[in-house]
């Protein structure tokens, strides 16, 4: 099976867009999505994020930050991120508002809560091209490292897909070899478009 379409999908944007960077890199047609209200990054305390609307610039959000404290922000690694998802896309984007004409063949969460949201947000939807749509959950730390390991691992579930003639018939086998060689557990379910 060729997979024409993946989305990673996470509440924040440190996971998603690791994970688009890298499949996007390895020739996959990828988009990425947040959940959640708002952008929010890390400010200078717990009580105290950056709040950003979606559709903010990431080099607005790079400008910005690098105003109000750049060795803080450069310090936690949210400066190079930012950097980086810039040269992946323009700005974030939310699931619920720009994902909903998508036609995606897999989309990946990174957190639990998240997989919840897409699936009911697709179950929700009027479902006109009765077209599946595999979706995972890798659970994986909101850290810089731990998000480069999840993207490798959603890129080798990609590939584990591509393998495949029919995605559906072998998904259970997938999954079970999967979690067998990393010691990880996957969620996963079906919707449709």
Same mark, same amino acid.
């Given at each position: 099976?060729? @997979?024409?379409?993946?989305? /990673?999908?996470?509440?924040?944007?440190?996971?998603?867009?690791?994970?688009?960077?890298?499949?996007k890199?390895? %020739?996959?047609?990828?988009?990425?999505? %947040?959940? %959640?209200?708002?952008? *929010? @990054?890390?400010?200078?305390?717990l009580?105290?994020?950056?709040?950003?609307?979606?559709?903010?610039?990431? &080099?607005?959000?790079?400008?910005?930050?690098r105003? $109000?404290?750049p060795? @803080?922000? $450069?310090?936690?690694?949210?400066?190079?991120?930012? *950097?980086?998802?810039?040269?992946?896309?323009? #700005?974030?984007?939310?699931?619920?508002?720009?994902?909903?004409?998508?036609?995606?063949?897999?989309?990946?969460?990174?957190?639990? &809560?998240?997989?919840?949201m897409?699936?009911?947000?697709?179950?929700?939807?009027?479902? $006109?091209?009765?077209?599946? /749509?595999?979706?995972?959950?890798?659970?994986?730390?909101?850290?810089?490292?731990? #998000?480069?390991? %999840?993207? &490798?691992?959603?890129?080798?579930?990609?590939?584990?897909?591509?393998? /495949?003639?029919?995605?559906?018939?072998?998904?259970d086998?997938?999954? #079970?070899?999967?979690? $067998?060689?990393? &010691?990880?557990?996957?969620?996963?379910?079906?919707?449709?478009?």
């Amino acid at each position: 099976m060729k @997979l024409r379409h993946a989305m /990673v999908c996470s509440s924040n944007q440190n996971r998603s867009m690791e994970a688009h960077s890298l499949l996007k890199r390895q %020739g996959f047609d990828v988009s990425s999505y %947040g959940t %959640g209200a708002h952008v *929010k @990054l890390p400010g200078p305390s717990l009580r105290e994020p950056n709040v950003y609307e979606f559709g903010t610039p990431y &080099k607005h959000m790079y400008d910005d930050l690098r105003r $109000k404290d750049p060795e @803080l922000y $450069k310090r936690n690694g949210i400066l190079p991120m930012l *950097k980086r998802n810039s040269s992946v896309k323009t #700005a974030p984007q939310r699931w619920q508002e720009n994902a909903a004409d998508g036609c995606f063949d897999v989309v990946f969460t990174f957190e639990e &809560k998240v997989f919840d949201m897409v699936i009911e947000d697709l179950n929700n939807r009027e479902h $006109k091209l009765m077209k599946s /749509v595999l979706i995972i959950n890798l659970d994986v730390k909101d850290n810089h490292e731990e #998000a480069a390991i %999840g993207a &490798k691992l959603a890129l080798d579930l990609c590939q584990e897909l591509e393998a /495949v003639d029919c995605w559906e018939d072998a998904i259970d086998d997938i999954v #079970a070899a999967f979690e $067998k060689q990393h &010691k990880r557990k996957l969620l996963y379910s079906i919707s449709f478009y």
